[in-house]
T-cell receptor, first 113, second 115 residues
Framework: AQSVTQLGSHVSVSEGALVLLRCNYSSSVPPYLFWYVQYPNQGLQLLLKYTTGATLVKGINGFEAEFKKSETSFHLTKPSAHMSDAAEYFC???????????FGAGTTVTVRA | EAGVAQSPRYKIIEKRQSVAFWCNPISGHATLYWYQQILGQGPKLLIQ????????DSQLPKDRFSAERLKGVDSTLKIQPAKLEDSAVYLCASSREPGTVNEQFFGPGTRLTVL
């Protein structure tokens, strides 16, 4: 089964600063990779996904992530944080055979004015 | 299009009581998932349906949890009897087609508190 590790359970950034959320997966075969966002009292919403092709993936709300096979990583970034980015972010992986999602523990982002 | 609907949004029960959650997926979505999200953790898949058949229930505690998806549309998840460790958010998700890396669309969840 796939597993994913998110480094840092909480990240605090100033408004306008870079947002960097780290995600590493454990698999000898590159899986499908996803980032989801969860706002308070809401379900998860897909930010972006990597399946194949270009390793730099752009998503919604100005987020992007880069798949690095050599580092088994899929870190999420946004150049300039907005107050509305305050939420919990989950990295997820799925096997290329069964498509089942395995989630990391999540990283809570707070944005300081 | 309407999103995934879940009810109730919140439920508080005492241990050993029973509880049921309801999910209505996005129209036309063949695959339906139930996840358990314990505070501080990521969602964990409990059961996956394709139409009205079970694809994977390997993580479902079958001595107390049950789920069904009659007619391949709505689904219910039941816990009987509940334990303190069942306190969590139960998320329902659906996706369009099985066997592909389709996006899963999530409902708002049901927050269960077991006292």
């Amino acid at each position: 089964a796939q597993s994913v590790t998110q480094l840092g359970s909480h990240v605090s950034v100033s408004e306008g600063a870079l947002v960097l959320l780290r995600c590493n997966y454990s698999s000898s075969v590159p899986p499908y990779l996803f980032w989801y966002v969860q706002y308070p009292n809401q379900g998860l919403q897909l930010l972006l996904k990597y399946t194949t092709g270009a390793t730099l993936v752009k998503g919604i709300n100005g987020f992007e992530a880069e798949f690095k096979k050599s580092e088994t990583s899929f870190h999420l970034t946004k150049p300039s944080a907005h107050m509305s980015d305050a939420a919990e972010y989950f990295c997820a992986v799925s096997d290329r055979n069964d498509y089942k999602l395995s989630f990391g523990a999540g990283t809570t982002v707070t944005v300081r004015a | 299009e309407a999103g995934v609907a879940q009810s109730p949004r919140y439920k508080i029960i005492e241990k050993r009581q029973s509880v049921a959650f309801w999910c209505n997926p996005i129209s036309g979505h063949a695959t339906l998932y139930w996840y358990q999200q314990i505070l501080g953790q990521g969602p964990k898949l409990l059961i996956q349906f394709q139409n009205n058949g079970v694809v994977d229930d390997s993580q479902l505690p079958k001595d107390r949890f049950s789920a069904e998806r009659l007619k391949g549309v709505d689904s219910t998840l039941k816990i009987q009897p509940a334990k303190l460790e069942d306190s969590a958010v139960y998320l329902c998700a659906s996706s369009r087609e099985p066997g592909t890396v389709n996006e899963q669309f999530f409902g708002p969840g049901t927050r269960l508190t077991v006292l």
